[in-house]
T-cell receptor, first 114, second 113 residues
Framework: GNSVTQMEGPVTLSEEAFLTINCTYTATGYPSLFWYVQYPGEGLQLLLKATKADDKGSNKGFEATYRKETTSFHLEKGSVQVSDSAVYFCALSDGSSNTGKLIFGQGTTLQVKP | DAGITQSPRYKITETGRQVTLMCHQTWSHSYMFWYRQDLGHGLRLIYYSAAADITDKGEVPDGYVVSRSKTENFPLTLESATRSQTSVYFC????????????FGSGTRLTVV
């Protein structure tokens, strides 16, 4: 079945450091891929998405490229800020079903220190 | 206010009691979803609904019941709460087609004692 695997956290970085959070997936068909962010005490917010191979999603300085050959969708940011501290979830939407159910990874906690 | 709202925000209940978590959205989105969030498991789908009166099971439906008599409401009921159902519950709705992202509510933190 479809699944998403994220690197385990927590990830602790100093402000202005480079961020990579790895995400790989297993899926049949042609899924869409997403990154969601959850700030403390809040629900999940869509950060970025990519709907086909080689697409790059970007938002708020974060980027991720849909790599079909390596089944990956790694999240990157060139210079993190303390305000980026949150839990990040990689997810896929099964393109073979009209439902488009999202399947999430386990989440990666990012802590950025001043 | 436009959006998706969940109530209550926090709930403590006793084992064996029935409890209902409410979810209301103002956009008339067709699809709505219930997830639970637990450490080490990420978010797992409990139930989803494609439209009013159409619901289906997700990954972890046992012990839960849903209904959707109106498009805007999608309540989740725990028929007889157990400690293993202590979790944070998120409701979501989907805008647009399959590639569209979900919009999530703020969650209900449920503790079963």
């Amino acid at each position: 079945g479809n699944s998403v695997t994220q690197m385990e956290g927590p990830v602790t970085l100093s402000e202005e450091a480079f961020l990579t959070i790895n995400c790989t997936y297993t899926a049949t068909g042609y899924p869409s891929l997403f990154w969601y962010v959850q700030y403390p005490g809040e629900g999940l917010q869509l950060l970025l998405k990519a709907t086909k191979a080689d697409d790059k999603g970007s938002n708020k300085g974060f980027e991720a490229t849909y790599r079909k050959e390596t089944t990956s969708f790694h999240l990157e940011k060139g210079s993190v800020q303390v305000s980026d501290s949150a839990v990040y979830f990689c997810a896929l939407s099964d393109g073979s079903s009209n439902t488009g159910k999202l399947i999430f990874g386990q989440g990666t906690t990012l802590q950025v220190k001043p | 206010d436009a959006g998706i709202t969940q109530s209550p925000r926090y709930k403590i209940t006793e084992t064996g009691r029935q409890v209902t978590l409410m979810c209301h959205q103002t956009w008339s989105h067709s699809y709505m979803f219930w997830y639970r969030q637990d450490l080490g498991h990420g978010l797992r789908l409990i139930y989803y609904s494609a439209a009013a009166d159409i619901t289906d099971k997700g990954e972890v439906p046992d012990g839960y019941v849903v209904s959707r008599s109106k498009t805007e409401n999608f309540p989740l009921t725990l028929e007889s709460a157990t400690r293993s159902q202590t979790s944070v519950y998120f409701c979501a709705s989907r805008a647009g087609g399959i590639a569209g992202g979900y919009t999530f509510g703020s969650g209900t933190r449920l503790t079963v004692v």
